[in-house]
């Protein structure tokens, strides 16, 4: 594949004014915040990761216990803890500037902001040495509006975090494995820390990375020179040295049960079967690839023949060792969710941007490029129909910015086929990622936060600050919808419930207790209530779309009635 050098001119990325050319960091970051500040303020807290990893979080502000992970009285014994120190990091600095409160979801985002734009600019630092400065810029910018990235840079959780770290020690192990006798003593240092710090954020997924494609470098190359210049002599110590404080003490704390629970309910349950009914046969991700890395899939997609053609060029050989081998592995998984993959995404844009800024490069055939096309075509279709269908579903109403959503899309796809039909495919992947603003705005600012039916536990605490003011989480309880956005939006001692007439119960415990139940859990709830000659007072409903389980759910408000 051939790399256009560093400073040669290329119309194709006219679609930036010089000025920002000319400083590609500052453009990337404003890229980043671009598109990925609209919604970030405004969407509710998520179920059901998000509000997990940030009630947990908030629980760790409260108590000040920084080692055990809880949500509500229930141990959280799946993750290691080094995205919740970022999220309590952001809430402290935030409350201490006066710029957010705990109780504000996106103070929890703010890592996975911060680690969405370190991915991007590691994408483009590094990539320079693999595939020029120009295509390095370009492929970073297709990173950064790729849909999957859009969305965890607007989750608090462990992903967009990750994505950082695993770029940055790839990034280092590029430059171990192509100039070995220049990789230095505090470059190694660099990688074994930052590799201690991914298993803070997600235990083996960061170091899987580098390991896989270590292995395959070594087998395709028959050696590894690189080896000695990481240094794991002193790096694996040191990495170890990262990581260990923290799992010593939750070890100690949590007499064993961490790692009981993390490796063996955790892990091992997502390797075998798919957790949570998140299955997918092998091949899902490749399917899905299309819809994830949107808009600059269709262009990664046309760059493959050519890249696996070259794969004896040593840049594209490291970048597809990076990619191919835990590719595999996540389709093996059972367990499949889209981010999974996504630490894999910095090579495939690389891949794809050195393609597109390549003046020699080869067209795969028509069937492919039609296949790329429909990918880029179907998915900005999918968006549309998508929105569309939410807020008919949720509004029973074609909401206005509903309505923007079909020509922004429509506007992206014939701008990037059209650019792509003259040739000038470089330009088509950074107009992708330019035009994605207003579509990706639209729907996360403009359409998301508005369909109030989904967002149940933010507007069952506004009725119950309206109707109960004063009131604590220790005296509410719910039942059927025992969410972990309700523990964020009401507080962490709320008590889940199971049936009915646990709700009865929980109310006739104690005064001044409320109660949340569910329709389908008010008969037995009114029988026990009436067994325990328990006088009610109806004090409002919410009624929203529970969209994790898939059904619409009304929850009425009980206390003691006089």
Request: glycine share 10%.
């Amino acid at each position: 594949m051939h790399i256009p050098a560093p400073s040669s001119p290329d119309r194709s990325l006219g679609a930036l004014p010089d000025a920002l050319q000319r400083r590609p960091r500052l453009a990337l970051v404003l890229l980043c915040l671009a598109l990925w500040l609209p919604g970030f303020f405004s969407l509710p807290a998520t179920d059901r990761d998000e509000s997990r990893f940030a009630q947990a979080t908030r629980q760790m502000v409260d108590t000040g216990d920084y080692v055990r992970i809880r949500v509500g009285e229930e141990e959280r014994n799946k993750k290691p803890a080094g995205i919740h120190w970022l999220q309590a990091g952001s809430v402290h600095l935030l409350e201490a500037t006066g710029l957010g409160e705990r109780g504000d979801i996106w103070a929890y985002r703010v890592p996975s902001l911060l680690g969405g734009i370190l991915a991007v600019l590691a994408t483009f630092h590094w990539g320079r040495s693999l595939v020029g400065r120009r295509a390095a810029f370009l492929g970073a910018a297709m990173l950064a509006s790729s849909l999957v990235l859009v969305a965890e840079a607007h989750i608090a959780k462990t992903d967009a975090a990750l994505l950082a770290t695993v770029a940055a020690i790839m990034g280092l192990f590029a430059q171990a494995y192509l100039r070995p006798e220049q990789f230095t003593a505090r470059q190694a240092a660099g990688f074994w820390l930052i590799l201690g710090a991914s298993v803070l954020l997600k235990g083996p997924v960061g170091p899987m990375v580098p390991l896989l494609a270590g292995v395959t470098l070594a087998i395709a190359d028959k050696g590894a020179p690189w080896l000695r210049a990481l240094r794991p002599g002193w790096g694996l110590p040191l990495m170890a040295a990262a990581a260990a404080p923290w799992f010593i003490a939750i070890g100690l704390a949590t007499e064993g049960r961490f790692f009981e629970q993390a490796v063996g309910g955790d892990m091992l349950s997502k390797i075998g079967s798919g957790e949570e009914k998140h299955w997918g046969p092998p091949g899902f991700y490749l399917l899905t690839f299309g819809i994830a890395a949107f808009p600059g899939a269709w262009i990664v997609l046309c760059a493959l023949p050519t890249a696996w053609r070259e794969r004896l060029h040593p840049p594209t050989r490291l970048l597809l060792a990076w990619v191919v081998p835990s590719w595999l592995v996540f389709e093996a998984v059972q367990t499949k969710l889209p981010h999974y993959t996504l630490p894999l995404y910095p090579p495939l844009m690389l891949l794809g941007a050195a393609w597109a800024m390549d003046p020699l490069r080869h067209l795969p055939r028509r069937w492919w490029r039609g296949v790329a096309a429909a990918a880029l075509i179907l998915t900005a279709l999918g968006l549309v129909l998508a929105a569309q269908a939410a807020a008919l579903f949720t509004l029973r109403d074609m909401f206005v910015t509903g309505l923007l959503i079909g020509p922004l899309a429509a506007l992206l796809v014939l701008v990037l086929l059209r650019t792509a039909w003259r040739g000038e495919w470089g330009r088509a992947g950074l107009l992708g990622a330019l035009l994605a603003i207003p579509l990706y705005a639209a729907i996360l600012e403009g359409l998301v936060p508005r369909l109030q039916p989904l967002w149940i536990a933010p507007r069952l605490a506004a009725t119950l600050e309206a109707r109960v003011p004063g009131l604590t989480s220790r005296d509410f309880g719910i039942t059927s919808h025992a969410e972990p956005s309700v523990l964020f939006a009401v507080g962490g001692e709320t008590s889940l419930l199971r049936t009915g007439a646990d709700a009865a119960r929980f109310l006739a415990a104690g005064p001044g207790r409320v109660v949340a139940v569910g329709d389908r859990a008010e008969k037995d709830f009114q029988a026990e209530a009436k067994a325990l000659s328990l006088p009610l007072q109806d004090i409002g409903n919410v009624t929203g779309f529970n969209y994790t389980r898939g059904r619409w759910v009304t929850l009425m408000l009980f206390r003691q009635g006089t």
